[in-house]
């Protein structure tokens, strides 16, 4: 199936640090988007990723489409407390020459920042 | 402009009692789709629909069924539920294309005792 292996599980990092994390697949899409999700609320979009290479920012995120279309990388700089949260890759793939793409999610990454 | 509507926020069920989760969107979405979500599992497909009248299963489609009877809502059905249905439950709408995002409800969490 479409399966997204993303990486790390957990981190737990100091305030101030940047993190990386990374979606992996083995399959190709057409669209990767990173999503954060605070406690008992749904997951919110970061940043949408169009074009393999294509390498994105918003503030202090930035996130690439990796070249072979089957990776992602999502990097946050000088982290800080509010950034706690579980962060998601998703990709789309267009099936079959459709334009209606399933939506497929990782495992997500939980991130705690220590101030 | 509600987005992504979902009812109940909560509920609690017995094993083998049925219900329908709700799922509207006001956003002239094609795509809507229905989640779970446990703890170390992230995010897993149940059904989806990429327009009205079409459905298709997911990755966890067992023990649900679903009904897009219109542009706006999406609903999910569990006939008998079972303990191992207790989950946070995600409904996500999508325009339907590559270059979108997916906007998600506020969420479902459903306990079956």
Known sequence: ?115 | NAGVTQTPKFQVLKTGQSMTLQCAQDMNHNSMYWYRQDPGMGLRLIYYSASEGTTDKGEVPNGYNVSRLNKREFSLRLESAAPSQTSVYFCATHRGDMNTEAFFGQGTRLTVV
């Open chain 1, 1 to 115: 199936g479409q399966q997204l292996n993303q990486s790390p599980q957990s981190m737990f990092i100091q305030e101030g640090e940047d993190v990386s994390m990374n979606c992996t697949s083995s399959s190709i899409f057409n669209t990767w988007l990173w999503y954060k999700q605070d406690p008992g609320e749904g997951p919110v979009l970061l940043i949408a990723l169009y074009k393999a290479g294509e390498l994105t920012s918003n503030g202090r995120l930035t996130a690439q489409f990796g070249i072979t279309r089957k990776d992602s990388f999502l990097n946050i700089s000088a982290s800080i407390p509010s950034d706690v949260g579980i962060y998601f890759c998703a990709g789309i793939l267009l099936a079959g020459g459709t334009s209606y793409g399933k939506l497929t999610f990782g495992q997500g990454t939980i991130l705690t920042v220590h101030p």
